[in-house]
Nanobody, 125 residues
Framework: QVQLVESGGGLVQAGGSLRLSCAAS????????MGWFRQTPGKVRREFVA?????????LYSDSVKGRFTISRDNAENTVYLQMNSLKPEDTAVYYC?????????????????WGQGTQVTVSS
């Protein structure tokens, strides 16, 4: 069992930065690939943002955030991060952390093993 708790969300002006954190419980964190998704009101599906392999050696980003966001992890601290720079109003959403042993699930969001509760990010224009 893995529990995920996100933090670091808030209100920021366009062009600003935020760093999200996702703290994971359990001793098997380093065996899970991790991902970030986001969801805006009225949308049923969560949008893929970024994923990182269990070792941290491989990352993948959506086209909408590539070059602006950076995903990283610290397996000693059981934490995954999302550094968000050059934020835009369209980045406003609830951001969710996710964990799964199968990294391909973290590209779609389907059948993901574990989700966090989400943290709100609001970017004002």
């Amino acid at each position: 069992q893995v529990q995920l708790v996100e933090s670091g969300g808030g209100l920021v002006q366009a062009g600003g930065s935020l760093r999200l954190s996702c703290a994971a419980s359990g001793r098997t964190f380093s065996s899970y690939a991790m991902g970030w998704f986001r969801q805006t009101p009225g949308k049923v599906r969560r949008e893929f943002v970024a994923t990182i392999s269990a070792s941290g050696g491989s990352t993948l980003y959506s086209d909408s955030v590539k070059g602006r966001f950076t995903i990283s992890r610290d397996n000693a601290e059981n934490t995954v991060y999302l550094q968000m720079n050059s934020l835009k109003p369209e980045d406003t959403a609830v951001y969710y952390c996710a964990a799964d042993r199968i990294v391909s699930r973290l590209r779609t969001g389907f059948n993901v093993d574990y989700w966090g509760q989400g943290t709100q990010v609001t970017v004002s224009s």
